[in-house]
């Protein structure tokens, strides 16, 4: 039976992991379309970022509000909702040629795609035990990783050869293929595939141990801060590189791509290291990399050949996207428990997306009417308050409120 249930829950991890890395096929395409979107209509950066911003804020909104659902009703069903309207908004976006129009479907887009984090990581909270959180949350941010770096290089390409409007269409279909496999693959809980279930934890309220949850919000208030880097960071970087040298937009896309690889392989050793290390203590190696990141992200853009360039911008991802998947992932399902895990991904990855808004319409404005050195060093400042934020549940350990 134990060996049955063993095998079940590696199904599940696989069917929710691969299937939360094809949402991004849908959400950063984006990113490698800006330039030839701006040029195509003549846009400026801050016309780009408010793209960008619309489906930060509707994320934002609907994380809180998915989460809430997701610990009420079936995630399962939630998350294929996501799948198919996230497809749909693609082919539209795609379609269109008005900046409203862009701005509404990319705002539709961002709402659908918050069905998939809360849910994803309830289902994984209800199947896994504390001590394999972080292992498992960072071999789930792997696959989010490798589907944000497969995402930018199927639109370089889609772009290269057939124009930016089929990095929509194509991102949209692999979507709806995986729709599939997620239906016939995912159970919410051990109970709906015969097992019992893994806890029996009592809680007085969901909100209570998510939102009203200390060590949530302390953790939720960091993310926002790291986030105006980190999503910053994936949203502009193909435009920077672009901007910044005579590459074509594939080979950008493909050197972009470096960050959320070095993201991919970091969320795996720190997850492990988070389990084995430190004993499931998610925040010292947190606060640990965050620092080590503090340098190479000041240094960034005053680096002049493309070589060094790309060799810093693989230890800043590095430092920066560990930490953002302990935060959104295993920090969420400790302090939260599997009863309102998806609340506390939503809430904290809510404050995040609010974060990112800022560094998406806030970093086009720097970048339009300053410099791209002041954008690093607005960066840079959001990560080291990012650290203090964590600083007081250094020595803390998940407990049931």
């Not at 209509?41 to 994380?63: E, M």
């Not at 389990?275 to 990141?293: N, T, W």
Request: proline share 4%; aromatic share 16%.
């Amino acid at each position: 039976m134990k060996s049955d249930f063993n095998s079940w829950k590696w199904r599940i991890f696989w069917g929710v992991s691969l299937t939360y890395g094809a949402f991004y096929f849908c959400r950063f395409n984006i990113s490698v379309a800006l330039p030839e979107i701006g040029r195509d209509f003549n846009y400026s950066k801050t016309v780009l970022g408010g793209i960008g911003s619309a489906f930060f804020i509707l994320y934002a909104l609907g994380q809180f509000v998915n989460g809430q659902l997701g610990d009420r009703i079936s995630p399962r069903l939630l998350i294929l909702t996501g799948l198919i309207v996230s497809s749909l908004s693609n082919i539209a976006f795609g379609l269109s040629s008005a900046v409203l129009a862009f701005v509404i479907l990319w705002g539709i887009n961002g709402y659908f795609q918050s069905m998939g984090w809360g849910p994803s990581t309830k289902i994984l909270a209800s199947w896994f035990a504390l001590g394999e959180r972080g292992k498992v949350s960072g071999f789930m941010a792997l696959f989010y990783q490798v589907g944000n770096v497969l995402s930018w290089i199927l639109a370089g390409y889609l772009i290269q050869k057939m124009g930016w409007r089929w990095s929509f269409f194509i991102p949209a279909i692999i979507l709806l293929l995986f729709g599939i496999y997620f239906f016939n693959r995912v159970k919410n809980t051990p109970q709906e595939a015969g097992f019992s279930p893994m806890y029996d934890t009592k809680i007085k309220s969901i909100f209570k141990q998510s939102i009203g949850n200390p060590e949530i919000l302390r953790t939720a208030l960091s993310y926002f801060f790291l986030s105006i880097t980190s999503y910053g960071f994936l949203f502009w970087l193909p435009d920077h590189l672009f901007s910044a040298g005579n590459a074509s937009i594939s080979i950008v896309a493909s050197q972009s791509g470096i960050l959320p690889f070095a993201g991919a392989i970091s969320a795996v050793f720190t997850g492990w290291m988070s389990d084995k290390l430190f004993s499931s203590k998610r925040v010292p190696p947190s606060i640990i990399m965050l620092l080590l990141s503090l340098p190479l992200a000041l240094l960034f853009p005053n680096i002049s050949s493309i070589q060094v360039k790309l060799v810093v911008l693989f230890f800043l991802g590095f430092f920066i996207y560990g930490p953002h998947m302990l935060m959104v992932g295993a920090m969420a399902m400790d302090y939260g428990t599997e009863k309102a895990a998806s609340s506390s991904a939503g809430f904290i990855d809510s404050l995040g997306y609010v974060g990112a808004t800022v560094g998406g319409i806030g970093i086009g404005w720097l970048a339009d009417n300053y410099s791209w050195r002041l954008v690093f060093i607005f960066c840079t400042a959001c990560i080291l308050i990012s650290c203090f934020c964590l600083l007081p549940m250094w020595r803390h350990l998940p407990e049931l409120k």
